[in-house]
Antibody, heavy 118, light 110 residues
Framework: EVQVEESGGGLVQPGGSLRLSCAAS????????MSWVRQAPGKGLEWVSA????????YYVDSVKGRFTISRDNSKNTLYVQMNSLRAEDTAVYYC???????????WGQGTLVTVSS | QSVLTQPPSVSAAPGQKVTISCSGS????????VSWYQQLPGTAPKLLIY???KRPSGIPDRFSGSKSGTSATLDITGLQTGDEADYYC???????????FGGGTKLTAL
């Protein structure tokens, strides 16, 4: 069974940093691109970042470019996102998602809440 | 403001058919596959449709997708109260090299 599980969320002050992790199992992690998708309270889904299967290519939404860094460790079946210079508008549930594969995200974690507030 | 445009809400009586539209442009829907997601209250999104029309295993055939030009549609037939959820379309934008979602559509079974 495919599983992805996020961890690392919490309360952080504006300007602070946080690193989220996503542990994957049940599939050949190193063969798939992976993504982070977030959802602000009461709002819709927003794609944040993606990384290719080997980690050689990364992609970001404009609002996080220069502040977030996506990475992966295929030996540990783990996806990461380092979030720096956090802003109030980064407050959201962050989901780890398998994909995109032909544009689709076929497995999602339960999400981890990041709250940026003083 | 989402790159893909969906109606904020749709409703229909149980047993009826409902259609959710998703409009984009040539750089996203027009040249890439569309996927659809169901998000039940308090849960993570779940893939319903991928590659415009395909259903993952376990998704009932009451759910179907289609695409024409720069628009896509999700149809749900035999509506059930358990289908009440938020539905999102998504795709890749080739010009921006980013993933994009619609703003979401809240489905109510009257």
């Amino acid at each position: 069974e495919v599983q992805v599980e996020e961890s690392g969320g919490g309360l952080v002050q504006p300007g602070g940093s946080l690193r989220l992790s996503c542990a994957a199992s049940g599939f050949t992690f190193s063969s798939y691109a992976m993504s982070w998708v977030r959802q602000a309270p009461g709002k819709g889904l927003e794609w944040v970042s993606a990384i290719s299967s080997r980690g050689s290519s990364t992609y970001y939404v404009d609002s996080v470019k220069g502040r977030f860094t996506i990475s992966r460790d295929n030996s540990k079946n783990t996806l990461y996102v380092q979030m720096n210079s956090l802003r109030a508008e980064d407050t959201a549930v962050y989901y780890c998602a398998k994909g995109p594969k032909e544009g689709a995200f076929d497995s999602w974690g339960q999400g981890t809440l990041v709250t940026v507030s003083s | 403001q989402s790159v893909l445009t969906q109606p904020p809400s749709v409703s229909a009586a149980p047993g009826q058919k409902v259609t959710i539209s998703c409009s984009g442009s040539s750089s996203n829907i027009g040249n890439n596959y569309v996927s659809w997601y169901q998000q039940l209250p308090g849960t993570a999104p779940k893939l319903l449709i991928y590659e415009n029309t395909k259903r993952p295993s376990g998704i009932p055939d009451r759910f179907s997708g289609s695409k024409s030009g720069t628009s896509a549609t999700l149809d749900i037939t035999g509506l059930q109260t358990g289908d009440e959820a938020d539905y999102y379309c998504g795709t890749w934008d080739s010009s921006l090299s980013v993933g994009v979602f619609g703003g979401g559509t809240k489905l109510t079974a009257l």
